[in-house]
């Protein structure tokens, strides 16, 4: 993406165990900054499928990146479980 005239500007609060997720995520792919990195996540979890929706009333606090954290990322439906599926 060679697009240079973005134009929004999204700031994220993480905690420092989910800032080392991104990283290492990052270096491990060479990623040349944080915010291709997120970009790039972004991009993959768009084009995902298989998560559930939010519920009513949820905070952004109920979403987390690390399971070490006190909140954890929504999980997908189990593949053994058809109700949800």
């Keep these: 993406m060679n697009d240079l005239t973005r134009g929004e500007r999204l700031q994220i609060m993480l905690t420092p165990e989910e800032l080392a997720a991104l990283d290492d995520w ?3 792919r060479r990623m040349p900054s944080r915010a291709a990195a997120v970009r790039e996540l972004l991009k993959r ?3 995902a499928e298989g998560f559930d929706l939010a ?3 949820q905070r ?3 979403y987390g990146v690390t399971e070490s954290g006190s909140h954890s990322v929504a ?3 189990s ?3 058809p109700d949800k599926v």
């Design 55 to 57: 519920t009513f009333g």
């Design 75 to 77: 999980q997908p439906p």
């Design 45 to 47: 979890g768009l084009a």
């Design 79 to 81: 593949p053994k479980d």
């Design 26 to 28: 990052r270096f491990k």
């Design 60 to 62: 952004s606090q109920d």
